[in-house]
T-cell receptor, first 117, second 112 residues
Framework: NAGVMQNPRHLVRRRGQEARLRCSPM?????VYWYRQLPEEGLKFMVY????????ESGMPKERFSAEFPKEGPSILRIQQVVRGDSAAYFC???????????????FGQGTRLTVV | AQSVTQLDSQVPVFEEAPVELRCNYS??????LFWYVQYPNQGLQLLLK??????LVKGINGFEAEFNKSQTSFHLRKPSVHISDTAEYFC??????????FGTGTRLKVLA
């Protein structure tokens, strides 16, 4: 049973380009969470999605960032017109149920390291 | 608002020595506490968690942590470390929602 798969592992983009980060949850998991880790900071919640629904995007920057989790295929975090400040590690986690249910464990991917040059 | 502080960004320790990684949190409500480990080139893995009950929590790989409500701490300990414990360790807190708050991480480097 493969774990949470994120790709690419490393992504380099020039300022103004688009970045697309993919997350394939574990088999049987329908809840996906994206986190961002800026240099010298802890992981910060960005968005929580279930299949075809955005449940909570309160941690997403208001502009240029979007996320989706379609019925088929991986979850995508999309960053348009990237800037240097978007350079960070982006982690995806998945769970079988809503993590607010006690004892529901979320499994994390290896992360995508985005570098904007 | 909740926050987590991991004061030590790096902790070097010799093999077979004990180690303590510190974690302090602040919250106005009851919390659940977690430690995650990230080995090189891998995702975060849950080490242990405190939900309720006994304040001493045992996790995988010989790690344990003690919840101290008065000190608002949840320090991670291991009596004897191995080279394979070299990794980054993250403390996290949740008030029962999916919005976990993570600390900045502590890099544990075990020296031969």
């Amino acid at each position: 049973n493969a774990g949470v798969m994120q790709n690419p592992r490393h992504l380099v983009r020039r300022r103004g380009q688009e970045a697309r980060l993919r997350c394939s949850p574990m088999k049987g998991h329908s809840h996906v969470y994206w986190y961002r880790q800026l240099p010298e900071e802890g992981l910060k919640f960005m968005v929580y999605l279930q299949k075809e629904n955005i449940i909570d995007e309160s941690g997403m920057p208001k502009e240029r960032f979007s996320a989706e989790f379609p019925k088929e295929g991986p979850s995508i975090l999309r960053i348009q017109q990237v800037v240097r400040g978007d350079s960070a590690a982006y982690f995806c986690a998945s769970s079988r149920r809503d993590r607010s249910i006690v004892n529901t464990e979320a499994f994390f991917g290896q992360g995508t390291r985005l570098t904007v040059v | 608002a909740q926050s987590v502080t991991q004061l030590d960004s790096q902790v070097p320790v010799f093999e077979e020595a004990p180690v303590e990684l510190r974690c302090n949190y602040s919250s106005s409500v009851s919390v659940y506490l977690f430690w995650y480990v990230q080995y090189p080139n891998q995702g975060l893995q849950l080490l242990l968690k405190y939900l309720s009950g006994s304040t001493l929590v045992k996790g995988i790989n010989g790690f344990e942590a003690e919840f101290n409500k008065s000190q608002t701490s949840f320090h991670l300990r291991k009596p004897s470390v191995h080279i394979s414990d070299t990794a980054e360790y993250f403390c996290a807190v949740s008030s029962g929602t999916y919005k976990y708050i993570f600390g900045t991480g502590t890099r544990l480097k075990v020296l031969a």
